[in-house]
């Protein structure tokens, strides 16, 4: 079974790859954090029961990216 980071490291081969098939890399990698911000919010409900707003997620990710 692979590691937690040799899976991580395979998703993002998988999406700055299929970023390279677009005109704008960017905006592809825009869309790709868009949804993953949804997919969190989405499987937080679920877990929770609480709906975060897009504002406090990225707010949870800034604040892990200071640590």
């Known amino acids: 079974m692979k590691s937690k980071l040799e ?3 395979e ?7 299929r970023a390279k098939c677009e005109v704008d890399t ?3 990698l825009e869309h790709v954090v868009d949804y993953c911000k949804k ?3 989405q499987a ?4 929770k029961g ?3 707003t897009i504002d406090e ?4 990710y800034d604040n892990q990216k200071k640590k």
């Not at 998703?11 to 790859?17: G, H, K």
């Not at 997620?57 to 949870?60: F, K, N, R």
């Open 11 to 17: 998703i993002m081969f998988y999406i700055l790859e």
């Open 50 to 52: 609480i709906e975060l």
């Open 26 to 28: 960017g905006k592809y």
């Open 57 to 60: 997620i990225q707010h949870t």
């Open 39 to 41: 997919d969190y919010q």
């Open 44 to 47: 937080y409900k679920k877990q």
């Open 7 to 9: 899976i991580i490291d």
